[in-house]
């Protein structure tokens, strides 16, 4: 019930496309959805948030989609660039937020 | 506002030996996580510390453990390394506060075990 799912595994857009990552749970306790973005050699970089009693959140190129019946979340990423390149992670972490727990990662390859 | 950092960045040890880790949290962050990234895996959650103390433990044994101390930095120490702890340490530093859950992570200690 802790586990984060997470898919594709891979992804490859060309520039200028959109990318959607998809990421499901099943803890009702989860309260707090962030997305984390990672390069090689590098820490998770946190992108954006959202908590459920919202059902969309945007951040420039960035938006998470947030169905809380479906217990399904999504991170879109507009106008991709090659710099977008990278590993991303969903996670959640419960209303008591002591931990995340991340999902199994979308490596994303953005073609020029 | 300086970010969070880890030492050293990268480390080698021989299996039975004993790692000790470091992170220096996010300036007015009061609470430690510590995560172990397997390669090609997301960050599992190993511990948090908050106020000096233990706040919470993900599924792993006892020779694991940790120290967070009263400038809020802290250490992950690992006895008796086997082959498997091999994996990047992430720390990520947050904010004890009702409605923050943010947490920032670290750049990592890459463990290797020989």
């Known amino acids: 019930q802790q586990q984060v799912k997470q898919s594709p595994q891979s992804l490859i857009v060309q520039k200028g496309g959109i990318s959607i990552i998809n990421c499901a749970y099943e803890?009702?306790?989860?309260?707090?959805f962030p997305w984390y973005q990672q390069f090689p050699g590098k820490g998770p970089a946190l992108l954006i948030a959202?908590?459920?009693?919202?059902s969309e959140k945007k951040e420039g190129r960035f938006t998470i989609s947030f169905n809380k019946s479906a217990k399904q979340f999504s991170l879109h990423i507009m106008d991709s660039q090659p710099g977008d390149s990278a590993t991303y992670f969903c996670?959640?972490?419960?209303?008591?937020?002591?931990?995340?727990?991340f999902g199994p990662g979308t490596r994303l390859s953005v073609l020029p | 506002e300086t970010g969070v950092t880890q030492s050293p960045t990268h480390l080698i040890k021989t299996r039975g030996q004993q790692v000790t880790l470091r992170c220096s949290s996010q300036?007015?962050?009061?609470?430690v996580s510590w995560y172990q990234q397997a390669l090609g895996q997301g960050p599992q959650f190993i511990f948090q510390?908050?106020?000096?103390?233990?706040?919470g433990r993900g599924n792993f044994p006892p020779r694991f453990s940790g120290l967070q101390f009263p400038n809020y930095s802290s250490e992950l120490n690992v006895n008796a390394l086997e082959l498997d702890d091999s994996a990047l340490y992430l720390c990520?530093?947050?904010?004890?506060?009702?409605?923050?859950?943010?947490?920032?992570f670290g750049p990592g200690t890459r463990l290797t075990v020989t």
């Open positions: 990520a530093s947050s904010l004890d506060r009702e409605g923050s859950y943010e947490q920032y």
């Open positions: 803890n009702t306790a989860f309260d707090y």
């Open positions: 959202i908590r459920p009693d919202v």
């Open positions: 996670a959640a972490t419960p209303w008591y937020g002591q931990n995340f727990v």
């Open positions: 300036s007015g962050h009061n609470t």
């Open positions: 510390y908050y106020r000096e103390e233990e706040n």
